[in-house]
């Protein structure tokens, strides 16, 4: 069975860090793109970042660049991270984990992936 669960999340401070892990099973998730995308209240769901299934390849919103970094460790079972660094207020979502049905590339198309967590609250403070 396909487990994708997200952890992490909190309250931190403008200005502040946190790492959000994303923990994949039940699948050879190791082969396949992952990426992270967050949906703030009132608002459609958004691409934030992804990685592809070596790593070898990254793509960010341009509202996330030089702020956030994806990586993920494929030594046991996929386990993809996102460093997130500066954050601000309108940083404040659910940030959900997805793991892609596609093998290259790093998409940003929500369509493109076929197993999502429950997500994570993520909560920045003025």
């Known amino acids: 069975q396909v487990h994708v669960v997200e952890s992490g999340g909190g309250l931190v401070q403008a200005g502040g860090s946190l790492r959000l892990s994303c923990a994949a099973s039940?699948?050879?998730?190791?082969?396949?793109?992952m990426g992270w995308f967050r949906q703030a209240p009132g608002k459609e769901r958004e691409f934030v970042a992804a990685?592809?299934?070596?790593?070898?390849?990254?793509?960010y919103a341009d509202s996330v660049k030089g702020r956030f970094t994806i990586s993920r460790d494929n030594a046991k079972n996929t386990v993809v991270y996102l460093q997130m660094n500066s954050l601000k207020p309108e940083d404040t979502a659910v940030y959900y984990c997805?793991?892609?049905?596609?093998?290259?590339?790093?998409?940003?198309?929500?369509?493109?992936?076929?197993?999502w967590g429950q997500g994570t609250q993520v909560t920045v403070s003025s």
């Open positions: 039940g699948g050879t998730f190791s082969s396949y793109a």
């Open positions: 997805a793991a892609s049905l596609i093998r290259f590339g790093s998409s940003s198309n929500p369509a493109e992936y076929g197993y």
């Open positions: 990685i592809s299934w070596g790593g070898s390849t990254t793509n």
